[in-house]
């Protein structure tokens, strides 16, 4: 949010989109979208405590619990779910058409998400929407001041979405039970939703909690702030807060017409609130142009939370449109979420070799001993967000130069295919070969595909995380087999002499 999305649109999609039947859309939207049908009522705020005696829907959701023959006397304590979320994505009529592919792809029933639009959307997109994907017209927002230099007044009606939202959800929920996080992002966020919930479910919903991250970019965060969840990379605030937060949102946007984006003002006003940013490292703003893999080649162990910017960076995968690139990420994520990503260092001593794996992603093989430290700094594979002679070249994590002499790269291999069952996962990789380096130069030329089986990863709530090891499993020259498993208690990440 802090850095509008200019929806430089996906080619392959568009067409798609155009193709799909527009029909069933025109069905569904008339009675979705009548905008700005509830009046604020100031007088009445939501309690900060949720009141049992005094919320109606809540009253009513767990009287279903109770003859559902659930453990109602406490729901509040009982286990958070993705019934539990509820998504406030800003959206606009022009943006909406492409995102739809995107957002089908990781929201996921039970979590539900309401799209905030600049206005009736035009026809002109497929349909129907799933179930758990709602959209509403922001109310009004003209008459807050709006007055940075550089950005967009739609700010304010993004920022808005937080209330605007409650006060929809105030007006009743259907089946859903109350919810216990509101999770503010755009459009073209996508989100690895059991990581989402065990992220969440690490914190006491009914305390004041305002997760997310900053800018990878530190230009980016000098411009904006440091101190703020960035919007593209999702902001997760805790129900008790976002009723809070929705309360107090307009007049704090009378204090803050300056600033440049809709999560600036979100912060101010949870500032005011007495609230700071809990930092969570899973959620990703991408303020990067380019080739992102040096970063998801290197994530933290951190559970992977969400992406943003995909239709503005290089397809996740090489030699595949945007669209395909992120189905096939989903693929993996989907198989094992909580590894998606996770980095994981071996190596073979009789061969000298060094190999990296980005689980469900990408691995790294290369000569000689490369220390981890080495392995885990970001290959700086890609440009920063902003363009220009004046531009910073300074991230948040530390980075490694990437050679731009493909022939001293590592050999590269990207995710072709991914089988699990009964616990386990299978996943294969095969060579992305450098294509401006002479045959004989190449680093292990003969090396084509990577095999890796790993068993699922199990995140434990209240449990540390500690970076798995691997074994690299004799094979013929033209392939190697990895096998991540847990490391013995005192094992060191290290080629063995
Ligand atoms: C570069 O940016 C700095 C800080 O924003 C500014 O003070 C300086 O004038 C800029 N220099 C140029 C050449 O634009
Ligand atoms: C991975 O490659 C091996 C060897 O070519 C093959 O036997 C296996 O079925 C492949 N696994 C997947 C998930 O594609």
Redesign the pocket.
Known sequence: MATPSHGLPFAPLRALLIALPLLSLLLLLPHHLLPSRHTPSPSTPPPLTPSLAVHAPLRAAIHRAAKAGGPSSSPATKKTTLSHVVFGVASSRRTLPLRLPLLRLWLRPPARAFLFLDGPPSAAHPSPLPPNLHLRVSRDASRFPYSHPRGLPSAVRVARIASDLLLDLKQGQGNSPPPRWLVLADDDTAFVLPNLLHTLAKYDWREPWYLGARSESAAQNTWHGFAMAYGGGGVAVSWPLAARLARVLDSCLLRYPHLYGSDARIYACLAELGVELTHEPGFHQIDLHGDISGLLRAHPLAPLVSLHHLDHVYPLYPGMDRAKAVEHFFRAANADPARILQQTVCYDQSRSLTASVAWGYSVQVFRGNVLLPDLLAVQKTFVPWKRGRNVTDVFMFNTKHYPRDECKRAALFFL????SGEGK????YSRQLPRKCLPRLIPLRNLH?I?VTSDLLHLVPGKALRRHCCDIIPSPEI?MDINIRKCKDNELIVMHS
């Open positions: 072709k295919s991914i089988s996962t299978e996943s294969n595909q095999k392939t």
